[in-house]
């Protein structure tokens, strides 16, 4: 039963607009929240993470959005650039510890110039 | 920056080879792990060790073992390969809260 949920495999987007990317969960008990990219060939890298205590946080091009009552979250990348272009998983915790990290099954984004 | 190597980026290897995976960390890192990677199904945990000589399974540990005499190194060993076991295996180390991976090794067992 997997308890985080990336319902889209794909996702294409023009340059210069808004990539969406979703990630719903299932274990209440999850409090903590991150996103990895991972290009090929190389391994997953840290893009920006959220505590259930805030609904969004934001880095430079990237937000996250938490919804709690839905147990769902949301990457948001504006502008998308091409270099966007990777596989983006979304993972939780529920203790804080990487020690308990589920992850999601990835998203393929494809920015299109 | 934290750095973690992986021995290998790519390794054919034949059913019933005894296989070797090798990781190490340069941060001092008290937990490191082992994922493999599978289109469809993401990252799947395979073992985990907070301390030196400690191990603890993960989500899908059947086929594998691991060995960490070393805090800096946590190897991932298959006994005896098979073909359902080719896979982007991936090693991370933590202090808390996230990982840093390195950078995959791509095992193909024929």
């Known amino acids: 039963d997997q308890q985080v949920k990336q319902n889209s495999p794909s996702l294409s987007v023009q340059e210069g607009r808004i990539s969406i990317l979703n990630c719903d969960y299932t274990n209440s008990m999850f409090d903590y929240f991150l996103w990895y990219k991972k290009y090929p060939a190389e391994g997953p890298t840290f893009l920006i993470s959220i505590s259930s205590i805030k609904d969004k946080n934001e880095d430079g091009r990237f937000t996250v959005f938490l919804n709690k009552s839905a147990k769902h979250l949301s990457l948001h990348i504006v502008p998308s650039q091409p270099g966007d272009s990777a596989v983006y998983f979304c993972?939780?915790?529920?203790?804080?510890?990487?020690?308990?990290?589920?992850f999601g099954s990835g998203t393929q984004l494809t920015v299109l110039p | 920056d934290v750095k973690v190597t992986q021995s290998s980026r790519y390794l054919v290897k034949r059913t019933g080879e005894k296989v070797f995976l090798e990781c190490v960390q340069d941060m001092d890192h008290e937990n490191m792990f082992w994922y493999r990677q599978d289109p469809g199904l993401g990252l799947r945990l395979i073992y985990f060790s907070y301390d030196v000589k400690m191990k603890e399974k993960g989500d899908i540990p059947e086929g594998y073992s691991v060995s960490r005499e070393k805090k800096e190194r946590f190897s991932l060993i298959l006994e005896s390969a098979s073909t359902n076991q080719t896979s982007m295996y991936l090693c991370?180390?933590?202090?808390?809260?996230?990982?840093?991976f390195g950078p995959g090794t791509r095992l193909t067992v024929l």
């Open positions: 993972a939780a915790s529920s203790s804080g510890s990487a020690r308990q990290l589920t």
């Open positions: 991370a180390s933590s202090l808390g809260k996230g990982l840093f």
